[in-house]
């Protein structure tokens, strides 16, 4: 099968990402309307349901990944550990110093997080697995 073009994996990334993205927002409306959660914490619960959705459509979908699971999911629970660090303090800090609703903070941790989560995936998480040389 030919390797897909960087544009058609950004495309495919980013319809699966707004897949486990439309989770994550769900999530975070619902317990913070209807059950008072924190935002941050909310936020953070939403991102981690989305991220199983995520590995695995991207595993199969995305980049059609060659590394084992073993491999390919330990680096992506790095990758989106970071992810996730990065999506709360921007929701933190949105919340915190900015008068904008929590949803704008959401927003550009959204977009930042697309970004970070795109790169490491392409060039680790995913990565196919290095060739040994005789």
Not at 34 to 57: C, D, E, I, P
Request: glycine fraction near 6%; hydrophobic fraction near 55%; charged fraction near 10%.
């Amino acid at each position: 099968m030919p390797k897909a073009s960087l544009p058609k994996k950004f495309f495919r990334f980013v319809f699966v990402g707004g897949l486990a993205t439309a989770l994550q927002y769900a999530m975070l409306v619902a317990l913070v309307s209807l059950w008072q959660w924190q935002v941050t914490l909310a936020s953070s619960l939403g991102f981690t349901a989305s991220a199983v959705v995520n590995y695995w459509l991207n595993y199969k979908l995305t980049f059609r990944a060659k590394n084992s699971h073993r491999v390919a999911a330990f680096r992506f629970s790095l990758t989106a550990g970071a992810g996730l660090l990065l999506n709360g303090a921007i929701v933190h800090l949105g919340i915190t110093y900015t008068p904008f609703p929590y949803l704008w903070s959401q927003i550009a941790a959204t977009v930042a997080v697309l970004f970070w989560n795109f790169v490491g995936s392409l060039k680790w998480t995913y990565a196919p697995p290095a060739r040994k040389s005789a």
